[in-house]
């Protein structure tokens, strides 16, 4: 009989304990009332493995937030399931944090209480909750942050605070909506370098929902495209570009390739052309390059 190595058991041990496996099978969210209702989301069916980092892709209004809605437990499905380590999803819990692009931070907490919060409600001592909070500012990059009130910091402070706070709480899955939206362009790519470096310690699953070609191909393992009403997944494209990313990385040919195929996605009016027929430089580059071959 084969036995397992003691290696082996391990990785399987591992696998198995693994958390943050979403399923959603079938779902349809139909808003409004009588004559205005509608599918904001309709017949999405995906899954995603623990510890992925998955962004959902789409143009202003296509349904994103109610998909993550339905995710985090605000939006009950009009049809379908959803299950996260196959548990229906009931209701809000803290076990899938929430990101939104304003932070929720109590405005007359400071912010190693802000953090902390969490622990308090599940009646953790004090001390042990204030050094979690410590530790996961250290990881957030805001050591020597903690007696701040959040309007004493940037946007970016306080979405890393946010982050932290949500991360107190060790989530199976983080839920992300357009969580950097509200920054400056600089800023911005040093949130995603950020959350990328923390996501790599933490391991936990992420949705990350953006309109952003550039920031869901740095981001992501896999990219789910949605189209506008009804909102449905129309494309998924997995990533192989290597971690930890580099900065660099949105210039490289491959970047431009799948973005070029991303925004002819986005845009219903464009002739869309199979992403292996695309070049990374358009449509005359290519020619161009097949004339000199
Ligand atoms: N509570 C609601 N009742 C009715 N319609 C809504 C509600 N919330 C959002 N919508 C509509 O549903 C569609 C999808 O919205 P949303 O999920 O917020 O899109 P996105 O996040 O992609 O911008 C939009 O047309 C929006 O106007
Ligand atoms: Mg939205």
């Known amino acids: 009989m084969n036995q397992l190595s003691p ?3 391990e990785l399987l041990a591992q696998a198995s304990a693994a958390t943050g496996r979403i399923e959603i099978d079938n779902l349809t969210i139909r808003l409004g009332e009588g004559r205005q209702a509608f599918d904001a989301v309709q017949e999405v069916s995906l899954s995603i493995a623990p510890g992925e980092f998955v962004c959902v892709l789409g143009p202003s209004g296509c349904g994103k937030s109610t998909l993550l809605g339905a ?3 605000h939006w009950r499905p009009s ?28 405005p007359w907490k400071k912010v190693l209480d802000n953090v902390a919060f969490g622990l308090k409600m599940k009646g953790i001592q004090r001390q042990e909750r204030r050094d979690s909070a410590r530790e996961l500012l250290d990881l957030v990059g805001l050591a020597g942050f903690e007696d701040r009130y959040p309007i004493q910091l940037s946007g970016g402070m306080q979405q890393r605070v946010e982050i932290a706070r949500v991360l107190i709480n060790q989530p199976r899955v983080m839920l992300m909506d357009e969580p950097f939206g509200a920054l400056d362009a600089q800023t911005r790519l040093k949130m995603q370098e950020l959350l990328l470096e923390v996501w790599a310690r933490v391991k936990t699953t992420v949705v990350f929902i953006t309109h952003d070609i550039d920031e869901a191909l740095f981001l992501a393992d896999r990219i789910l495209v949605m189209s506008p009403r009804p909102g449905r997944i129309i494309e998924e494209l997995r990533l192989d570009f290597a971690r930890p990313r580099h900065p660099d990385l949105v210039t490289s040919p491959e970047f431009m390739r799948l973005k070029r195929h991303c925004l002819q996605l986005l845009h219903p009016q464009a002739r869309i052309v199979p992403l292996e027929r695309l070049s990374p430089l358009g449509p005359q580059a290519a020619a161009h390059a097949n004339h000199n071959v």
């Not at 999803?89 to 932070?103: E, I, N, S, T, Y």
């Open 7 to 9: 290696l082996e058991s």
């Open 71 to 73: 995710l985090a437990g």
């Open 79 to 106: 049809q379908g399931a959803i299950r996260v380590d196959g548990d229906p999803v009931a209701g809000p819990h803290p076990d899938r944090g929430l990101v939104f692009q304003q932070h929720t931070l109590f």
